[in-house]
């Protein structure tokens, strides 16, 4: 009898083990997701509300420069009574562009702040509100005929700015099941790129770009900031990792996550329990802070290439190629209004990189992907530093330059675009990230800021070989990459934050050479 109650008990147990094992894999099915409505919503509304006129800021300003010249000449003399110098206005517009950027530093810092104390949710909204304050104050320039207006309208945009690139990231990674990580995080260098080619086309003198327009034109993101404000209040869910963890409202995360995975949270358990398993990560009450995490030795590495990455985006010269690509167009011959079109086909070109990038993340490795996006480009700039320099010794040369620029702008938006903006989110956990990826956000409109300002006078001073600079740039880059960035795609936060909390002692990739 008690052989067969045991026998008995073994074969309950062992279906038990069985059921338990086809659950566990259900789950494991379950809670790896997929695009449910709830998430392609926050996804085109973070992309089109605030990543789309961050981008649009940037690039609207420059086909239209000499208009907005003209009038910060014309309101100079009319109420100071004063003839500025060439240079002067030059140093006026060096402000109008750079004041943008300092806005976007000061907006990340204040976003991580933010995200912490009221959520990433509301942090959102009150990025899409300075958006619409700037739109306003642009609306009312040539009312009030106010060059001050002018500058502040840019500073708050520039907020607006700072807000997207430190936040969109953030929630986008936190609310997407972890095989979507890869996808989900392009949409921030998505929006932004696509941003800069609606800017250069609401810039042409055929669109916005003219006397009597292009207040209008700074102006027309406008409408996406509201789009984007209304759905983030009524519609989209706050992320559950930070109610979760953060908050710790487990009912109200629970619920939140349900919505977006669109299924009951019976069936979320494995992610669920990694939830649990982060909040009983936390060690201490206190608070995550900028010192705590500075002294944190366990943060330095992960730090270091949050912040390098974002810096590196913008030294490896992105912004420099777009600079000298009208003139390479037009020393190969393509006229004017080719050029123009040519430079706008980088653009298009960019974007297509940047969408092509979804499956790309998705599918390969980010390490893998960064390495070889760095290399290119790299190879790109010292091809286009030497045909610009031998541009008129042959008649192939103009074509080679055009080539590179283009090769340059593809191989930039399939690694060095889109990584350095989500790498954060998957190299720390949902504590320290906000404002670790608020400082990488700093860092990068600072590399911004300094290429912005650096640029013009450095070509005068060496030219093309201004390229050479940035390619050596690429190459410490590179080398950093390879020896220090762990691979993260498929990863949680705390495998990849145990694979480097030996600070640079630590080599993640001692067995890996790609």
């Known amino acids: 009898m008690h052989d067969y109650e045991d026998s008995h008990a073994a074969v309950l147990t062992d279906a038990e083990h069985q059921h338990q094992s086809i659950s566990d894999d259900r789950n494991e099915r379950s809670d790896s997701g997929g695009w449910t409505m709830i998430l ?32 910060c000449n014309k309101n100079i003399k009319e109420r100071y009574e004063v003839d500025i110098s060439e240079n002067s206005l030059k140093i006026i517009w060096s402000t109008i562009v750079s004041i943008f950027l300092i806005g976007g530093v000061t907006g990340s810092f204040i976003a991580s702040w933010l995200a912490d104390r009221y ?21 009312l320039i040539r009312k009030l005929n106010s060059i001050e207006l002018l500058l502040a309208g840019r500073l708050v945009v520039g907020l607006s700015g700072g807000f997207a690139t430190s936040i969109v990231p953030m929630y986008m990674a936190e609310i997407a099941p972890l095989r979507l990580g890869g996808a989900v995080g392009v949409i921030c260098q998505l929006g932004v790129t696509c941003g800069v080619f609606l800017g250069q086309i609401a810039g042409l003198k055929t669109v916005l770009g003219t006397t009597n327009s292009w207040h209008y034109m700074l102006a027309a993101f406008v409408p996406l900031c509201i789009f984007a404000l209304i759905l983030t209040c009524i519609v989209l869910p706050e992320s559950p990792k930070y109610l979760f963890i953060i908050k710790e409202q487990k009912q109200k995360a629970l619920d939140e996550l349900s919505r977006l995975r669109n299924m009951d949270v019976i069936l979320l358990q494995a992610e669920v329990a990694k939830l649990q398993q982060e909040i009983e990560m936390k ?10 995490i500075l002294k944190d030795p ?8 949050v912040c390098l990455l974002q810096f590196g985006q913008q030294m490896s010269g992105i912004n420099v190629v777009f600079y000298y690509s009208n003139s390479i167009f037009l020393h190969a011959g393509l006229g004017e209004t080719g050029a123009e079109l040519a430079t706008l086909g980088t653009g298009v070109a960019n974007i297509a990189m940047a969408l092509i990038s979804v499956p790309v993340m998705s599918s390969l490795n980010r390490r893998g992907v960064l390495l070889t996006s760095t290399y290119l480009c790299l190879g790109c700039l010292i091809i286009l530093c030497v045909s610009i320099l031998l541009i008129h010794a042959a008649t192939f040369m103009p074509a080679i330059c055009t080539i590179a620029v283009l090769a340059y702008v593809i ?27 608020a400082l990488g956000s700093v860092f990068n409109w600072g590399g911004n800021f300094i290429v912005g300002m650096m640029f013009p006078t ?7 070989y201004t390229f050479l600079l940035f390619a050596a740039f690429l190459i410490f880059l590179g080398q950093i990459i390879r020896i220090y960035l762990p ?6 936060t705390m495998d990849v934050a145990a694979s480097i909390n030996q600070g640079f002692n630590s080599r993640p990739n001692s067995r890996r050479m790609f």
């Open 298 to 305: 366990c943060l330095k590495l992960p730090l270091f290439l």
């Open 411 to 437: 191989f930039y938006g399939i690694g060095l675009g889109p990584i350095p903006y989500f790498i954060g989110s998957e190299l720390f956990d949902v504590g320290p990230r906000p404002i670790a990826m």
């Open 40 to 71: 392609t919503l926050a996804g085109i509304t973070c992309c089109l509300g605030s990543a789309v006129p961050t981008g649009f800021n940037i690039g609207v300003v420059n086909n239209a420069a000499s208009l907005i010249e003209q009038f």
């Open 458 to 464: 450095v070509e005068t001073i060496i030219g093309p």
């Open 487 to 492: 691979e993260t795609r498929g990863r949680c």
């Open 119 to 139: 959520g990433r949710k509301p942090t959102l909204c009150i990025g899409n509100v300075f958006g619409i304050v700037g739109a306003l104050m642009f609306f």
């Open 283 to 292: 060690t201490t009450a206190e608070p995550w802070t900028m010192k705590r």
